[in-house]
């Protein structure tokens, strides 16, 4: 399926769920965006969550975007809990055109629902040549280092960085041993998960992802659990937002908001180094470290260039499908028969 297609597609469903066209079309672009870049996980899959959620009033259809802070390099935005990808829309453009004048900035977003995969914010950042940094908090789902319960979320960041022809370095991942979202798709799958990922709910290692998703998913080691808590620290605590353990889950109840906090920082390579000393050297270093023993990969290289069309598996297919009916989209929104 064609990924403006299946654009057309969510942002119909989001327009019959009240966002506005404009805000739909956002949505949309950082929904399909995941499945476009490989990341099913956090792409078209979530949307009879959202689609939930919205109807229950937990995601506000039309968000009253507040600047409430706004200072010099930086500034805040209330999200009024509105769809995540939305939020970040703005925030994005904020933030570049706040760092091209100041060299370095920083806009923080609260209140702001599940944002999904960061790429999209991350690579429209690096796009403008700009170093990006993202920070997001998110439920608790993670066992601190030594613990057993789930008091610290799986807090992704996201690192760009600019090169002259594609990005030097474009990573997106999360602090946890495996996203959140991994274990729902194996559970949704009936597939077993290995038993360094998570806990049971009694604090042992589980293969059950049903077990784990009632437990607590573990670190990326010692250095995930850090990142995780400094990220905990530097969004919820620094913006003013709510923390960890304190966020109702993105799935139950559903008439819940679950208000995460977004820290973004950009840094324009002009102000320090320089831009071109980045990409001659940084070009240099990524292409010796290719050129090194072994089989080695640079992180992003296979998102710089998004897929322009998708395969969606039965399951998925079926699912929107209903989703068309349930909301009765017009015939030509609906999706092609067949891939």
Not at 156 to 165: D, E, R, T, Y
Not at 245 to 272: E, K, M, W
Request: charged share 15%.
């Amino acid at each position: 399926m064609h990924i403006a297609h299946l654009e057309q597609f969510v942002a119909a469903l989001l327009r019959r769920a009240h966002l506005t066209p404009q805000h739909a079309l956002l949505a949309a672009k950082g929904i399909v965006d995941a499945d476009a870049c490989g990341i099913p996980s956090h792409g078209v899959r979530r949307l009879p969550n959202y689609l939930t959620r919205l109807e229950a009033g937990a995601i506000t259809a039309r968000p009253k975007l507040d600047w409430v802070r706004q200072r010099g390099a930086t500034a805040l935005l209330d999200a009024d809990h509105g769809m995540g990808h939305i939020a970040a829309h703005y925030a994005v453009q904020r933030l570049i055109r706040t760092t091209r004048r100041y060299g370095i900035a920083s806009v923080g977003i609260m209140r702001n629902e599940h944002l999904g995969s960061l790429n999209l914010s991350i690579q429209t950042i690096v796009a403008a040549q700009l170093v990006g940094i993202i920070f997001v908090n998110t439920p608790a789902a993670m066992a601190p280092w030594g613990g057993t319960s789930a008091m610290i979320g799986s807090n992704p960041l996201a690192i760009g960085i600019p090169g002259a022809k594609q990005p030097l370095l474009v990573f997106d991942g999360a602090t946890t041993a495996v996203a959140r979202g991994k274990i729902s798709a194996a559970a949704e799958r009936n597939q077993a998960i290995p038993n360094h990922w998570a806990l049971d709910a009694h604090g042992q290692p589980t293969i059950d992802p049903q077990a784990a998703l009632a437990g607590a998913l573990l670190p990326a080691g010692t250095l995930g659990y850090g990142l995780g808590l400094a990220i905990a620290l530097l969004t919820g605590s620094l913006l003013g937002g709510v923390s960890d353990d304190q966020l109702p889950s993105f799935l139950n109840p559903p008439h819940q908001p679950v208000p995460t906090s977004v820290l973004l920082i950009g840094i324009d390579p002009a102000a320090l180094g320089g831009l071109a000393h980045l990409h001659q050297h940084g070009q240099a270093f990524i292409d010796r470290i290719v050129a090194s023993r072994g089989n080695p990969r640079i992180p992003g290289q296979r998102r710089n260039v998004p897929a322009t069309s998708i395969t969606l598996d039965a399951s998925t297919r079926s699912t929107l499908t209903n989703l068309a009916d349930t909301y009765r989209l017009p015939t030509r929104y609906r999706l092609p028969s067949e891939e």
